[in-house]
């Protein structure tokens, strides 16, 4: 799928540098930043439900743990 991106010309400058330093092209160096980006936020979400669950359920579990 083809997608435009538009970017400031500081920005644009910046991440072309950083993408030949890290020896991507800078589609690929923004495919596998949106990848982690993507990853990042799906363990953030497990984490802060997992963190509800254990506010929710704080008795319990030092019951549980005595």
């Known amino acids: 799928m083809a997608m435009t991106l538009r970017l400031s010309e500081?920005?644009?400058?910046?991440?072309?540098?950083?993408a030949e330093a890290a020896g991507l092209s800078m589609n690929g160096a923004a495919e596998t930043a949106i990848a982690e980006w993507m990853e990042r936020r799906g363990r953030d979400h497990v984490r802060s439900v997992a963190e509800g669950i254990a506010e929710r359920h704080a008795k319990l579990m030092t019951r549980l743990g005595e």
């Open 10 to 18: 500081d920005v644009e400058n910046r991440f072309r540098e950083a």
